[in-house]
């Protein structure tokens, strides 16, 4: 497993050529420990669950990296052979008995099992961009939005003081609202958020940020359907779609250009920014219950194999030790996630 080195925002800046990355402030990360209590205090406790992305369900899937894949990494996931990949699909929050027909995001998490014992993990969410663009900023917004203990909701003033000073946190938000329902897990899409690199043998690399794009298209559904479906329609869902043969995904990248911002999640790129296919992933199975190998994977982005390499977003750096303490908690209680 390969340890991800970070360089400084400018030399990283230097090594773009024509794409240019926003300066990045250095951020003092919130203890972990104090960041999954947090979450706990906002989103709710539920033993044994994910913190976040509760309600899911494991997959394995199989990805063929294209030639296009080839020419910019090194990395083996684009060998063009066979690559097995577990799978995490789920409904964002805390909650494990979260609707599924409701305007809320989707998550797509994913371990590449490469050649030689390498790992590539993600977590991939159905919006362009993430709800904070520093971990400071991601509590602050936690702490504005936790229930009130008497009234078992938020306080309204906290919540507007600090979106009002924040207005990043509303971006995500009003994206999702402005939105269908999606009508499958499989037939919607999942970005990866952060700023990538991709190097080659030559040293070049190409720097962006990743779309996995479902290959029959995006399907929504109108109010009046998702409302017919009701609140647990997706695992179903999904297993009758794999079982057709109906669930893949082009794993593509879109790439930046000069001016654009790397290091910020909360800033999607702009529309019409060149795609290169990467590969295509396959979805191949679906667990039968709350089991399967996706239950206790962290699936933490910093995890990466040679070829790839991440953008200076503390965001992306700060997930780590969070993920990692999540996963303790909840294998002590007993992991599950249905």
């Known amino acids: 497993m390969k340890t991800i080195t970070y360089c400084l925002a400018s030399s990283l800046a230097v090594s773009l ?3 240019s990355l926003t300066p990045t402030l250095v951020h003092a990360n919130p203890d972990p420990n104090t960041m999954v209590n947090q979450f706990e205090a906002t989103g709710g406790k539920f033993e044994g669950f994910r913190r976040s992305g509760a309600k899911g369900i ?5 990805f063929i990296g294209s030639a296009e894949g080839r020419k910019i990494s090194t990395a083996s996931a684009f060998s063009g052979k066979p690559i097995p990949v577990v799978v995490r699909f789920s409904v964002g929050g805390a909650n494990p008995k979260a609707a599924d027909n409701t305007k809320t995001q989707r998550n797509l998490a994913l371990q590449f099992n490469l050649p030689k014992n390498e790992v590539w993990q993600m977590g991939n969410i159905s919006a362009p961009v993430f709800g904070s663009a520093t ?4 509590m602050g917004r ?4 936790q229930p009130d203990p008497t009234t078992k909701v ?7 003081a600090f979106a009002d000073a924040n207005p990043e946190v509303l971006i995500q938000g009003r994206y999702f609202a402005s939105q269908p329902v999606p ?3 499989a037939a919607t899409n999942y970005w990866g958020v952060h700023g990538f690199g991709l190097s080659n043998a030559k040293k070049e690399k190409v720097w962006g940020k990743w779309i996995f794009e479902p290959v029959g298209g995006v399907q929504t559904l109108t109010d009046e359907e998702a409302k017919a479906k009701g609140p647990n329609f997706l695992f179903d869902d999904l297993r009758q779609r794999v079982a057709a043969g109906n669930a893949a995904f082009n794993f593509n990248l879109e790439v930046a250009q000069a001016g654009d911002t790397l290091t910020n999640a909360t800033v999607p790129l702009p529309e019409g920014r060149k795609k290169i296919t990467l590969g295509v992933l396959k979805i191949v199975a679906v667990a039968p219950d709350g089991s399967g190998p996706c239950l206790n994977i962290t699936f933490d982005p910093n995890i990466m194999p040679v ?5 200076a977003d503390p965001m992306l750096r700060a997930r780590t030790a969070p993920y990692a303490i999540s996963l303790g908690r909840r294998i002590v209680e007993g992991s599950k996630q249905q």
């Open 58 to 62: 494991c997959a394995t899937g199989e």
């Open 142 to 145: 936690l702490q504005s939005t």
């Open 17 to 19: 050529g024509l794409v």
């Open 135 to 138: 971990p400071d900023q991601l």
């Open 307 to 311: 070829g790839v390499e991440g953008a």
């Open 154 to 160: 938020a306080d309204p003033v906290k919540v507007k």
């Open 183 to 185: 009508a499958s897990y």
